[in-house]
């Protein structure tokens, strides 16, 4: 089975500072990897995908991800954080022999001034 | 650009009731998806429909049951509620069934069992 993990439950940065929130997988086969983002009493919205390509792939709102398949890693990046960006975000493989996403447990991000 | 929708946005019921979810996807996307999401949880899949087919299961209960209608529309149907279906219910869609494919998000229903 597919599986993701997002190592941490909260991750803090300074306005400003750039941010990495971290996602590993364990897939056989090609992975298909997904990044969303969830605010307070809202569904979660799409920022990006790799399917397959540049290792580096550019999302919505500034976000980037690079895809390590030597690391089996899939961290979501932004160069410089903004307190709108505090939210919880989610990391999602997709799963062939479901046919389903399989979510990380999500990691919390914290923006401060 | 046209969003997934939900109705209700929150759905209060007493254990035992029973309680419809219903999802209308992007206009021509013809799979959609159920999710559950318990607090503090991450997405948990359901079900899923492809052209009004039912595609596949995750962990469904047996007292839920869904549909696809022939507007691709989407209903969860929820039978002998326990405390424990508390949580938010998503519905997603695709245009198509591919792992290539994003699955776009709705709003999400509020269920609460008392």
């Known amino acids: 089975a597919q599986s993701v993990a997002q190592p941490e439950d909260q991750v803090n940065v300074a306005e400003g500072n750039p941010l990495t929130v971290k996602c590993t997988y364990s897939?056989?086969?090609?992975?298909?990897l997904f990044w969303y983002v969830q605010y307070p009493n809202r569904g979660l919205q799409f920022l990006l995908k790799y399917i397959t390509g540049d290792n580096l792939v550019k999302g919505s709102y500034g976000f980037e991800a690079e895809f390590n398949k030597s690391q089996t890693s899939f961290h979501l990046k932004k160069p410089s954080a903004l307190v709108s960006d505090s939210a919880l975000y989610f990391c999602?493989?997709?799963?062939?022999?479901?046919?389903?996403?399989?979510f990380g447990g999500g990691t919390r991000l914290m923006v401060k001034p | 650009a046209a969003g997934v929708i939900q109705s209700p946005r929150h759905l209060i019921k007493e254990k035992r009731e029973t309680a419809t979810l219903k999802c209308y996807p992007i206009?021509?996307?013809?799979?959609v998806y159920w999710y559950q999401q318990g607090p503090g949880q991450d997405p948990q899949f359901l079900i899923s429909?492809?052209?009004?087919?039912?595609?596949d299961k995750g962990s469904i209960p047996d007292r839920f049951s869904a549909q696809q209608f022939s507007d691709y529309h989407s209903e969860l149907n929820m039978s002998s509620l326990e405390l424990g279906d508390s949580a938010l219910y998503f519905c997603?869609?695709?245009?198509?069934?591919?792992?290539?494919?994003?699955?776009?998000f709705g709003p999400g229903t509020r269920l609460t069992v008392l």
């Open positions: 897939v056989s086969g090609n992975p298909y």
């Open positions: 429909f492809y052209e009004k087919m039912q595609s």
């Open positions: 206009p021509r996307h013809d799979t």
């Open positions: 999602a493989v997709w799963w062939n022999a479901g046919n389903m996403l399989t």
């Open positions: 997603a869609s695709s245009l198509v069934l591919a792992s290539t494919d994003t699955q776009y």
